[in-house]
């Protein structure tokens, strides 16, 4: 089999954590110059935004020279550019290392924060915020946790080592455990593995169970029950569908409370709205490091608040997350 040459190194550096985006022009194409195929790539009512960046000289090639407006298309070229970025409220809430070596970091991420840029949340995910704040522009995540969800993460440090820590994950060698709060109904017997086929469609906010051979595992417990009829809740993830613990916690008839997706799709709160956090935490990370052979055993610091301060956290003058 023919290998794929690698990219030419970006000649732009990263941008406030972010790297620029990099373009290579397709092979077959009817277009006369490079502006062209991004006019045509970033659609017309980016017209005015592509003249603007081909005139300051933002758009460079694999030399780092600046692309010209009517420099001529040349298939399988590269090129680069940094996206114009809208503002993002900055999440409130400090990302917490757990662990810190050569090859890895190990984050309590916050309630609200991306792990990686995704959609309206770009500087302020942690991938970008850890790059600035630690200095270490070549980080990667070697898996994510939704923006909603707290708890640990791991980020590699090198680049060439990002594989081996993914495939840890890709291959179910890592023993995670979250946290949880939700109603406590006296007759649901648990322990139980909950076993489901969980379909997630791009575009649609919620993912839904289908029937089918099941994709999606967990493992339910219940910790405790206490006041206002709450569980707090073990649950162990055997595979990792999108929204998996949150699709089989509703199905079980115990949604996870501040769930803003299940059982019914609330509507969008305000950017910067940050009151009655998701009362989900990944507590413990375990797993054998395939660079160093290291056991690790990691645990996360943070409490669920509505476990802990349930007024505290429903209140809706409260800033979410102000008892983590």
């Known amino acids: 089999m023919r290998r794929r040459t690698p990219p030419p190194p970006s000649p732009l550096p990263q941008r406030d954590g972010i790297d620029p985006v990099r373009v290579r022009?397709?092979?077959?194409?009817?277009?006369?110059?490079?502006?062209?195929?991004?006019?045509?790539?970033l659609g017309p009512a980016r017209a005015d935004v592509v003249d603007a960046m081909l005139a300051a000289?933002?758009?460079?090639?694999?030399?780092?020279?600046a692309v010209a407006p009517d420099t001529a298309y040349v298939p399988g070229m590269y090129v680069w550019y940094h996206r114009e970025l809208p503002p993002e409220v900055p999440v409130p809430f400090p990302l917490e290392i757990v662990h810190r070596d050569e090859h890895i970091v190990v984050v309590?991420?916050?309630h609200f924060v991306a792990t990686t840029p995704r959609g309206s949340h770009v500087t302020e995910s942690a991938l970008a915020r850890l790059r600035r704040e630690l200095d270490l522009?070549?980080?990667?995540?070697?898996?994510?946790?939704d923006r909603l969800t707290a708890g640990l993460v791991l980020f590699t440090v090198r680049p060439e080592e990002r594989g081996a820590y993914q495939s840890l994950f890709r291959d179910r060698l890592v023993r995670k455990v979250y946290e949880a709060v939700a109603p406590y109904p006296p007759r649901l017997a648990l322990?139980?593995?909950?076993r489901s086929r969980i379909v997630k469609e791009r575009g649609v906010l919620a993912a839904y169970e289908v029937a089918g051979e099941p994709n999606a595992v967990s493992r339910v417990e219940l910790v405790e029950h206490g006041a206002r009829g709450l569980g707090r809740y073990r649950l162990l993830p055997a595979t990792g569908q999108t929204h998996q613990l949150r699709v089989h916690m509703n199905a079980l008839g115990v949604p996870i409370l501040g769930d803003p997706l299940y059982p019914e799709v609330a509507a969008p709160v305000p950017a910067g709205d940050f009151r009655r956090p998701l009362q989900l935490l990944a507590r413990e990370l375990e797993f054998t490091d395939p660079v160093t052979g290291r056991e690790h055993r990691l645990r996360s610091g943070r409490v669920l608040e509505a476990w802990t301060s349930y007024d505290a956290w429903a209140a809706a003058t409260t800033p979410a997350g102000a008892a983590q």
């Open 191 to 194: 322990p139980r593995t909950v």
């Open 57 to 65: 000289g933002q758009v460079v090639g694999a030399d780092g020279r």
């Open 25 to 41: 022009l397709p092979g077959v194409g009817a277009w006369a110059t490079v502006r062209e195929h991004l006019l045509e790539r």
């Open 108 to 110: 309590d991420k916050p």
């Open 137 to 145: 522009p070549a980080l990667g995540a070697a898996h994510r946790l």
